[in-house]
């Protein structure tokens, strides 16, 4: 492909991930169900809440058909406090937590082979319900960030004040940024980063700078690596040519 | 046909289901006028979100609207290969039969036009209606061989359209806005039963009575309803067996008279035919035959001779509704705002161009309403005030204030809004608005001495008025200095105090309502709206409408203003040239084949519709062409200012028997005065400006009095622009005069008059019964007497109750109704401007070279020469107000 992007995923892309989202919608029209491709929508009976892809509630928005609700987390106490707990001192290290996973409804069982439908439980992407109005409160799922910008851009009319919501995501975008890069510190050492709870959006923006760090690092590291292999191989192999060589270097010079 | 208000979504729901992406375009013939431009707006966001293909004409007048409907409006009927659609009118031709302007009636053609699928909706705030189209059943129902079955279309009762209308076959289509349902029966009912009469006139009578003169009457007179019913059984109940003659003799007739002037001479008059429409409708009635020899009445003769009454009774009560003259009801935009929010789609840029629709209209002089009081004396809101109530409380419900700014309010309420509440704020807010001009844009000074309101009541023309204007505002503590700072860079302090300054000394000069009270339903009885674009602007309906109503009537570029004299002649050639053809003889046909402009002009209709068009769009686009015209719009005020003043200090305004007239001719304002629009602003203008002169008298004039006829000359194409203004002027409404006793001694005056009025319509009542005694005794005698005796009766009603003071021209005609029903048409016929058809008959009467095309019958242009004897014309006809 001679596509000139970067490896990963472009923010726009990520933005259509979210669009298969859930969200819920206030209809002011009818409208009967649809067979879409990830199943058939609800019917649309106005005025009652309906979950709806996020696409096509964006659509019916677009057209003064639907609004759109905006999801449980997304509100301004809900946010303040995921905002208290990413400045808090003592939570410094670590992400706000990404909402609780489900009940797990199967019990482990090692007779079942790999990945058989039976044992599979849901974990962050692919959680119900994140993003409707029954999602957990101050908890951030994976596509917070697209989610908002995507509401906040074409459904700013339907959040109560849509401007303070818009600092608070502003706010949290870039306290949880920051903590991102203060942890690529610890990749110069090889180490691992803990990021529990991150979002899409924000994997995607770190994607090619941590990327390109890690394979800089592996590649320097690749280098040395080979080296050390090298004497090591060397020094394995024959112990006192090394000396000797230096002995000779000497004598050259 | 009319499309009931309760119904008003039935139709465009009926569009969205049936519309897919190879179906024509809806064509929307819009006028040049602010409040069609913003009810355009509405529905075309409508359309696009339902993606419906649209097409917008602009049409500037009459023979405009008829090109389009032969470009567009014709390539679309069945008879030319087109599969039907739809065709919009907004704010145009709601006065004319449009089936006949649009040339879908196939009078030109020999074309059968039957069932040609065209369907015409016509929104329009003008009244009258033109009955045929509101309760024709249209050309699509043709002259068939089946009788007044083929009449009835499915779905449709009466004229109105039922909820099993089915749509697609053709035919105009009125919204009605409640008037047609809850003030035209009479009209209707009138218009139905002629619709089923055969035609038959004296000479009928006259000619069969030469054969038999033995019958005698001796069928009571019975209601008007169950003899509309007797004449329809009889109609369907004899096929025409033996009228042969009587069938030959009408159908000769019908064809002998072309009906009306417009599709021959689309610059002729349109009140002509509109003044015909009853008999102009009647061809259409097919199947209509003379019977003589029907099975229970006594005989032909007596029968037809009854026929005729009725008839000529009918065409009374709809040419006593043509006379009423010319007024507004309610705005376009509110019609499509009302279709938005039943169809549930309304938001707040819909909610922002009904807003900016109703202000213009409130700015123009054609739409003043009558204040009226119910029984107990309460004054009963007007429609346009209960608009602005329903619009008030749609602000609110779309736009919720939020907590903190309601308790921050209780500390600067009643300071006018000028910034947004933050960078994204598109809100709309209520404002008290005073009444003056361009306030956000211009000084406080230039504002006030600009705003029309004002400027009349201070006699700002002379040098006292002027000084009346610095002690005004020294009493409120404004400094000259400060006031001549733009007023957004005002002092804090003062800006805030600025509306209780001016409550408390605003009466003593005559200025009570400057400045909205907090009086009505909650306070906010005409209080203004305000809308942000975030941090850009903050702009108020009535300066957006101000606007937008200058970049029609000065022109689409923005630079023009700065070079006042020279340069704002281009585009009054432009314009000039599209319609420099004037018409040498009245109904002439020449302008149609000539060619209207010459090539390489601008289109100065569509330039100039696109710039008002996008300057009112919501975005901020949008928002930088209007804010890019506000200079047009100030330039506009000052000439109106300028003229007017000169007009009134030096004394060019004369006082004719009916009316006031004045003659703009020389200075430099005469060319963009040239432009209808502004004419009719500054006719605006000096007509308030009289009738604050006046009642500062202590005349309370009647309101024939404040009837002003204003001309002006447009050199480049050597004709007057001539504007008629109407009675019902809010002018005098507020004046006090100077002195507290000579008001009470009015009101003491008043009150007598109205005992006057009281004892005149008791007598108008008494002499309508008698004019009923003797009608009666009439019937059974000659009949020929009768017309006549009618019209006298008429005249003599027309000046009695003149003497008591009310426009009761139209009412007098029709003295068969009742007083319930005299009462109801004084309270219609006021407010209305009568203009339009006394500029009618006096071009008939003085053979005038004069132009009518505007869609506002009372503006025409004349020729030159031909102007003294217009006016001549006009103040010997005296019937005006």
Known sequence: ?253 | MYLPRGQLSQLYAHLVKTTHALSPPLIILTSLGVDALCATRILTSLLRRDYIQYHIEPVAGYSELQRAGQKFALPLTRQRGGEGGVVVCIGAGGLVDLEEVLGLDGAEGEVDMSDHGVEVWVIDARRPWNLGNVFGSSAAVQQGEDGPAVLRRQGVEQGRVMPSYRPGKGGVIVWDDGEIESELTAERDAFMALQDMPEITEEDLIVEGENSEDEVDDEEPSSSQSRKRKASTRDSDDEGSDGSDDEERPRRRRRSNPSTPIPSSPGGNPQSGQAETPSSSQPRSPGAVISSSPPRAPSARSLRRKLLKLRRKHEATLEAYYTLGTSNSEPISSMMYSLASELGREDNDMLWSAIVGISSVDLSPFARTKRRRNEAGKRVLDKSEQIREVLQDEVRRLNPVPEDEIRRSQSQYGVIQTKARSPTDTSIRLSPEPRFLLIRHWSLYDSMLHSPYLSTRLHIWSDAGRKRLHKLLAKMGVSLQEAGKGYIHMDMALKQSLRERILKFAPQYNLDHLVPGENGRRGLEGWGFVRSWGWKATLSAVDVATIASAILEVGADPHLPQATNTASHVPQQSYASRVRSLPTPPHSDTDTAGPAAAPGDPDWTSTRFYAAFDALSPTSEGLDKLLKHIPSAQHLARSILRTGSALIAKKQIRHLRSFRMGVVKDGPDTVLFSHPGALVKLAAWVSEAVAVLEAEKGRKGREGDEALVLACLDEARGVYVVVGLGGGAQGGKSVRSKAEIRAREDKKKKRAEAKAAARAARAIKRRDRKARQREREEALGLIDSDAESNHSQSESDATQSSASSSDSDGSGSDSEVNEAEVQRRKSRGYGSNKFGLAFQSVVEETGARVRIDSFEHSVVEVRREDLGGFLEGLSLRGVVG
Request: charged share 25%.
């Open chain 1, 1 to 253: 492909m001679a596509l000139p992007l970067p490896p990963g995923l472009t923010p726009a892309e990520t933005g259509f991930l979210c669009e298969t989202e859930l969200v819920t919608v206030i209809p002011r029209q009818r409208l009967e169900s649809l067979e879409l491709l990830g199943g058939p929508t609800q019917p649309l009976n106005p005025p009652f809440p309906t979950p709806l892809p996020l696409w096509l509630a964006l659509l019916l928005k677009k057209q003064r058909r639907a609004n759109i609700q905006p999801p449980a987390w997304l509100t301004l106490s809900s946010l303040r406090t995921i905002l208290d707990f990413e400045t808090d001192d003592r939570t410094a290290a670590v992400f706000s937590p990404p909402p609780a996973l489900p009940q797990p409804t199967t019990i482990p069982d090692p007779d079942l082979p790999y990945l058989s439908p039976g044992t599979v439980e849901l974990s962050t992407p692919f959680l119900k319900d994140t993003h409707t109005t029954s999602a957990q409160e101050g908890a951030l799922p994976y596509h917070w960030l697209e989610l908002a910008s995507l509401l906040l851009a074409s459904a700013a009319d339907d959040f109560p004040d849509a401007d303070a919501i818009r600092i608070l995501i502003r706010d949290l975008r870039e306290v949880r940024m920051s903590k991102l890069r203060k942890g690529f510190k610890v990749l110069e050492g090889g180490a691992g980063l803990k990021i529990n709870g991150v979002g899409g959006l924000e994997v995607a923006e770190v994607r090619g700078f941590v990327g390109g760090v890690v394979d800089g690092l592996r590649r320097l590291g690749r280098a040395r690596e080979e080296m050390r292999r090298e004497r090591e191989e060397e020094g394995g192999d024959t112990g006192g040519v090394a000396d000797e060589d230096g002995s000779e270097d000497e004598m050259g010079l």
